[in-house]
């Protein structure tokens, strides 16, 4: 009896200090690769475990450690099939098994009643009338098993959190550098011969929309807007290398036509035709007031004139740029605006939106809002407020830009 004694006492100090030694080695956040050593070495040599194989799942199930068992034992498993039905300790010696080697005992090993492991036992000594000395042991291997597994899964998730919020970092500085590329409210022109407004919404951190306003001369002014197709980091650097070369290239005294077929070859050497961009580019001369204009398969903007109501949209241009190695026509445009007017323009994310199960497009809201003589600040102010963009409307899946300019006429704003 005193031996017994003695013996259980052995037993459950063995097992105290043992789940002590793993709990300051998790507490000293010692590397995976060493909390697996011990693990291995508690069952192997101190408990006299023949085979044993830890298989735990985080995105996927996966084999942390095999010791005895088959290089290919683990792939040939079935979790689904194999492992799943067992939801308590089980000795499997006597029943039909699926597994590629013999496996006496599996222990499945749960947490928030899910089973996120499953150590599998084989080999194991048998002593007197067959009963082994492991069955002692098997409630101290599956708690064991619950705090190694749990600990390695903290692990991986806390170091899933640092790379994410690295990239999340990453991702807010690439959208203040995104945003410097965008003309502020106060770099746009506003004087007596034009007015121009702006908006700017990223469906996320980084977008594929720009627009871009460039002095050509005391007399003229460039501007244009555009769209990458794709969204997310790809079309954000594209469009980023798309704006160098853009403000390189749109010069005073170049014709559109030949902006747009020098930016067509840079757009395919950017992109190699895996993404294209459209875009709607204009020059406007103050003096002799035209608008000269390509649409290079972008959304049409709106021409809204104020004194006879009439409402147009300039759609003349050529095919998109990176589309077609070469551009094989750009039809140029032009409008003279001598009486007062708005242009709109503005990419797809304003017209395209999820609608049940699918995509509505449509432009009968823009041109009902634009229909008016009020100023083109107040349209955009209520296209904005119509289609709750700033409130984060769920059925917003892209990105949304304007651009617009209000032309006087002769006289010029009065207000200025």
């Not at 006492?9 to 998790?26: G, V, Y």
């Not at 700017?200 to 990458?228: Q, R, S, T, W």
């Amino acid at each position: 009896m005193v031996k017994f004694s003695e013996n259980r006492l052995r037993l459950s100090t063995f097992k105290l200090n043992a789940l002590l030694d793993i709990t300051l080695a998790i507490n000293d956040n010692v590397a995976t690769s060493e909390l697996i050593r011990r693990y291995e070495k508690l069952l192997t040599d101190d408990l006299n475990i023949g085979k044993v194989i830890l298989i735990t799942y985080s995105d996927k199930w996966e084999c942390l450690l095999n010791s005895g068992f088959g290089n290919k034992f683990f792939d040939q498993i079935k979790v689904e099939r194999d492992l799943m039905p067992f939801e308590e300790i089980s000795f499997i010696t006597s029943e039909p098994q699926h597994f590629p080697e013999l496996v006496d005992i599996v222990i499945p090993v749960t947490h928030k009643d899910e089973a996120n492991a499953f150590v599998l036992i084989g080999d194991i000594e048998e002593e007197g009338e067959g009963v082994s000395p492991i069955i002692k042991h098997l409630r101290f291997i599956q708690t064991l098993s619950n705090i190694i597994t749990v600990a390695i899964e903290n692990k991986r998730l806390f170091k899933e959190s640092l790379r994410q919020e690295a990239m999340k970092r990453e991702m807010e500085l690439a959208s203040r550098m995104q945003t410097m590329l965008i003309p502020t409210r106060e770099k746009l022109p506003s004087n007596r011969y034009i007015r121009m407004r702006a908006f700017y919404h990223p469906h996320f951190d980084v977008g594929g929309d720009y627009y871009d306003v460039i002095e050509l001369g005391k007399n003229e002014v460039g501007f244009c807007i555009a769209d990458v197709s794709g969204k997310g980091i790809s079309a954000a650097i594209l469009m980023s290398n798309f704006q160098a070369n853009l403000r390189a290239l749109f010069s005073e005294g170049q014709s559109l036509t030949i902006t747009l077929t020098r930016l067509n070859e840079r757009v395919m050497n950017s992109a190699k035709g895996e993404k294209f961009i459209t875009l709607f580019i204009a020059r406007y001369h103050y003096l002799n007031r035209e608008l000269k204009y390509v649409n290079a398969g972008h959304n049409p903007p709106f021409l809204y004139e104020m004194g006879s109501g009439k409402l147009t949209q300039l759609s003349s241009g050529c095919v998109g740029m990176g589309m077609l190695d070469e551009l094989p026509f750009v039809n140029e445009a032009s409008v003279t605006l001598d009486k007062p007017a708005k242009l709109f323009c503005y990419t797809d994310g304003l017209v395209e939106v999820i609608h049940g199960s699918g995509v509505k497009s449509g432009t009968g809201d823009l041109e009902k809002a634009l229909s008016n003589k009020k100023s083109l600040e107040e349209n955009i102010k209520t296209i904005i407020e119509n289609q709750k963009i700033l409130e984060g409307s769920a059925s917003i899946f892209d990105d949304i830009s304007i651009i617009g300019a209000e032309f006087p006429g002769g006289e010029g704003f009065s207000e200025l």
